[in-house]
């Protein structure tokens, strides 16, 4: 099969000059006792690919990226009794043990064993699988490494779904959607008449709209530089849009005393720093995006016991992929989850690394893949 490799964070953008992902042909894995062999339909570009490729990620190399996606069961190891060949399914890019402090604790996006194989480029149960024509080991990117024609993954991997979900429609709920909604219902836990500032509309920015959208009597805004952007938050949802350098203003002129709740979903310190300042007493500061880890937060400590505010950090939504997956995809059906208007185009897996500056560039919202039979 092809997959896409990436063996260097030292090349720099543009990345269609300087093609830091490779299409390299590998065997195709057999899966182990508890996993499965999925068919890639479709995976899509996310901004975590592209952390690790610029760096700001640190993940160990060689490594087959891509962990947002969808496809079709083609395999199943043994002992696994409830996923049969021909399950269509969206990947989850946090494989949850079921068992640890996390898991236990009802939060298996913050599972401890899968944090732990998806920051060694392992599968939750077992080494690495994808082996490179010399014979060298290929890591997992989170357990997935959907830029590829077939995967390999864990049970605890995947979500089964109807199979009359579009594969293009799907490839989202992996990631933008659990992160996005899982943001504001989740963590947030937004309730009716509340009012939500979302800085950032890549598709996860845009989710969250979406979600704080559907509920009833909320106030959002949607902040983005970019004017395409701030008119695709208007579509997605949100009542008002302006650019970061008009939020203070637009934010006083249509909340009462600042936000109920700030989402930040880009993954900025400095933008951290000016949701806080945005938010009403009592109000929470949602932290989804990813900053490099030099990035350092500077505030004033008395806010949060002088105003109440909160800094609440959300990974994956603190989704439970099983339950939230099958209820975003409901919303999705009653119309109440627009998510088609986050799929700018579908391109060969030949077009990826023109597509990480596009997605970069803010060209792009969701670019989803469709991979060909070997």
């Known amino acids: 099969m092809r997959t896409a490799v990436l063996r260097s964070t030292d090349r720099p953008a543009p990345y269609a000059a300087s093609t830091p992902l490779s299409l390299e042909s590998v065997p195709v894995p057999e899966p182990r ?9 479709r995976a899509s570009l996310c901004h975590s690919d592209l952390s690790v490729i610029n760096g700001s990620r640190i993940r160990p190399l060689p490594m087959a990226l891509g962990h947002e996606a969808t496809g079709v069961v ?14 269509h399914v969206v990947l989850v890019f946090v494989p949850a043990c079921g068992a640890c402090r996390a898991c236990s604790a009802g939060r298996p996006a913050l599972c401890y064993r899968g944090a732990e194989s998806n920051g060694s480029g392992d599968l939750l149960h077992g080494p690495a699988l994808l082996r490179d024509a010399d014979g060298g080991r290929i890591n997992h990117h989170l357990g997935v490494s959907a830029f590829a024609q077939y ?5 605890e991997s995947v979500v089964v779904i109807d199979d009359d979900v579009p ?7 992996g990631c933008a959607a659990l992160t996005g909604i899982g943001a504001v219902l989740n963590t947030a836990a937004v309730r009716e008449g509340q009012s939500v500032v979302v800085f950032g509309l890549g598709a996860v920015g845009l989710m969250a ?20 952007k701030q008119e695709l938050g208007l579509r997605c949802g949100a009542q008002h849009a302006g650019p970061p350098e008009e939020a203070a203003d637009l934010v006083q002129r249509v ?10 979903a880009v993954g900025s310190a400095r933008v951290m720093e000016a949701g806080l300042g945005l938010l009403a007493r009592g109000g929470a500061l949602v932290s ?33 992929p099983e339950r939230d997956i099958p209820s975003y995809l409901e919303l999705w059906r009653q119309g109440r989850l627009p998510v088609e208007l986050l799929h700018t185009d579908t391109r060969p897996l030949e077009d990826l690394n023109e597509s990480l500056d596009a997605l970069a560039e803010g060209r792009v919202v969701r670019r989803i893949f469709t991979l060909d039979q070997p």
């Open 33 to 41: 006792p508890g996993e499965l062999l999925v068919r890639i339909a």
């Open 74 to 87: 083609e395999g199943v190891g043994d002992g696994v009794g409830d996923v049969r060949v021909g399950d």
């Open 151 to 155: 995967a390999v993954v864990a049970r």
């Open 167 to 173: 594969f293009d429609v799907a490839a989202m709920f």
């Open 209 to 228: 709209v979406m979600a704080a959208a559907q509920i009833p009597g909320t106030t959002v805004v949607a902040i983005d530089p970019l004017a395409a």
């Open 255 to 264: 909340t009462d005393g600042g936000a109920d709740v700030v989402i930040e």
């Open 288 to 320: 989804v995006g990813l900053p490099h880890p030099d990035q350092e937060l500077s505030t004033q400590a008395l806010q949060f016991a002088g105003l109440g505010r909160r800094l609440l950090g959300s990974y994956m939504g603190d989704a439970v």
